[in-house]
T-cell receptor
């Protein structure tokens, strides 16, 4: 089983709809992250959470919200989806701050298309 | 904020060496990473280097760091078709709390 599982893997939704992307991890890590990937732009950080009570905005949080339901679960919501939120979304987890012994583990991604 | 740049594409022949380059702006970056993304998959850590090192070798992979020029490179020796993927440079920012990724370099290995 994967260490980081994202659901759904693919989703097509209409403009204005609310959608939730879910992420669960079995690594036992405190830190979880949501990124979006766009061609030619790399990965950009949307939100990150250091533990269940600590949630922080990343560089592109507008239009998104998150919920850390448990140490193992971190969901990303688009309250009213718009076409420019079409992207590949990744969830990741790490044990602590990024450093020598701290590898970030990524899910397989959710491809979201907003029409 | 931190800015990390990579060229978008690289094409090499099987058996040749590949060199993927990355430049960054934050001189206080402590750890620098290379991640690999295969088609339809998430990112996997390939290797990393600490900022007080100039070079790190790990089997076919060699990482070179020029801290003065803020330039990082990944050399893959004897490139194979299985090395075809997108390679991301990433630097540790925000006091170790965040990774800033480059744009990714798509490596295509031709027979």
């Amino acid at each position: 089983d994967a260490d980081v599982t994202q659901t759904p893997r693919n989703r097509i939704t209409k403009t204005g709809k609310r959608i939730m992307l879910e992420c669960s991890q079995t690594k036992g890590h405190d830190r979880m992250y949501w990124y979006r990937q766009d061609p030619g732009l790399g990965l950009r950080l949307i939100y990150y959470s250091f533990d269940v009570k600590d949630i922080n905005k990343g560089e592109i949080s507008d239009g998104y919200s998150v919920s850390r339901q448990a140490q193992a679960k971190f969901s990303l919501s688009l309250e009213s989806a718009i076409p420019n939120q079409t992207a590949l979304y990744f969830c990741a987890t790490s044990e602590g701050g990024h450093g020598r012994d701290t590898e970030a583990f990524f899910g397989q991604g959710t491809r979201l298309t907003v029409v | 904020g931190e800015d990390v740049e990579q060229s978008l594409f690289l094409s090499v022949r099987e058996g040749d060496s590949s060199v993927i380059n990355c430049t960054y702006t934050d001189s206080s970056s402590t750890y620098l990473y290379w991640y690999k993304q295969e088609p339809g998959a998430g990112l996997q850590l390939l290797t990393y280097i600490f900022s007080n090192m100039d070079m790190k070798q790990d089997q076919r992979l060699t990482v070179l760091l020029n801290k003065k020029d803020k330039h990082l490179s990944l050399r893959i020796a004897d490139t194979q078709t299985g090395d075809s993927a997108i390679y991301f440079c990433a630097v540790c920012t925000g006091g170790g709390n965040k990774l800033t990724f480059g744009t990714g370099t798509q490596l295509k290995v031709e027979l």
